[in-house]
């Protein structure tokens, strides 16, 4: 008894530490030790290879149809000494161990230790600052549900242990939002929009620094609190767009006209009512003047055009005259129920 027991442990031992590939070898060597007794009992009707597997798998998982069987004495005595024990021990720990690589796997994705360089024109939001960030990703994925190209949302943030929206979101954690490797993570390299807003100004300058070098082609976003540090950025890399707090602006804004504060959400908001898009002018597109699309806009989509900005400029001119020119390639700010593709634009054009 005790040899016995001492077997057992180390036989339990050995398959608690066993390997992907000694598993494989196991299962190897079962089956062609089965097959071997099942060709030496003489039964040739269960060797055939399309049988014998399905037999063997069948047998193993003790769900046996019963539609395949040994006809020999010697054939039923090594399938119940041997094929049915062992192959029941090594079916159940395979399919622990699926089970398990699947778990693992999963806890991955929702710890955010997963890598999503293979992601591309994505968008990745890099900071965390707990309900603001929560409300930025229901806006993002508001908006994205609403455009054709659907894009993919990835996180990256120190602050939170899981993935805030696991059914929704990528989630990347980081130790640190200047490590370039771990920004990598998040498929940066391949992203078509980079939002960065951490909790501190000069780490939120410093990570879009290092995300410009990385990836200089894509739209990228960046929110202080200081605006002399988004003049800063905006020196050294002039195609980020920074977007300063503007707190303060809002409450005397309302102060002196009541009621703003109320409209500038309204304008954001994807939940409903009009809001706020823009709308890139085709390549190929004749150039117009504002008061040529004011009717057309108004009449098929019952939107309203409040900012325009030519493709060279880096300033919107907001109100524009009747006059002012829209080129191929300018973006038109507007107020609409819902968003104007550009696919739309046939019928935008004047005749």
Not at 146 to 158: D, F, M, N
Not at 216 to 240: D, G, K, W
Request: charged content about 15%.
């Amino acid at each position: 008894m005790p040899i016995i027991q001492k077997l057992r442990k180390l036989f339990a031992g050995y398959l608690t530490e066993l390997s992907g590939y000694n598993l494989m070898a196991m299962l190897l060597v079962y089956a062609v030790l089965s097959w071997v007794g099942l060709m030496l009992a003489g039964e040739t009707a269960l060797i055939k290879p399309k049988t014998f597997f399905y037999w063997l798998v069948v047998t193993a998982s003790t769900v046996g149809y019963g539609d395949f069987s040994p006809t020999t004495a010697a054939g039923r005595a090594w399938a119940a000494v041997f094929v049915v024990p062992a192959g029941l021990g090594l079916f159940a720990i395979t399919i622990g161990r699926i089970g398990a690589f699947a778990v693992h796997h999963w806890q991955k994705g929702v710890k955010g230790l997963k890598d999503f360089q293979a992601l591309t024109g994505h968008i990745v939001v890099i900071g965390w600052n707990d309900t603001r960030t929560l409300h930025l990703l229901e806006l993002l994925l508001k908006e994205e549900s609403l455009s054709p190209s659907g894009r993919t949302i990835v996180l990256a943030g120190s602050g939170p242990e899981e993935n805030p929206m696991p059914e929704k979101i990528r989630f990347v954690r980081l130790k640190q939002y200047t490590d370039e490797e771990e920004l990598n993570r998040t498929g940066l390299a391949h992203a078509s929009c980079i939002i960065v807003d951490t909790p501190e100004d000069d780490v939120t300058l410093t990570c879009s620094l290092l995300c410009y070098q990385l990836n200089s082609t894509a739209h990228m976003i960046a929110y202080f609190n200081n605006e002399r540090l988004s003049q800063l950025l905006t020196h050294h890399c002039p195609t980020v767009e920074c977007t300063p707090s503007v707190a303060v602006e809002m409450l005397a804004k309302s102060a002196a006209d009541p009621g703003s504060s109320a409209l500038h959400h309204d304008l954001l908001s994807v939940a409903g009512g009009m809001t706020q898009f823009s709308l890139q002018v085709p390549d190929n597109a004749k150039e117009y003047a504002v008061g040529d699309l004011l009717r057309p806009f108004k009449a098929h989509f019952d939107a309203l055009i409040i900012g325009v900005q030519p493709q060279a400029a880096k300033a919107i001119e907001i109100n524009p005259p009747v006059d002012f020119p829209v080129e191929a390639g300018a973006r038109i700010y507007y107020i609409a129920t819902r968003r104007i593709h550009g696919s739309d634009w046939a019928t935008l054009a004047p005749e």
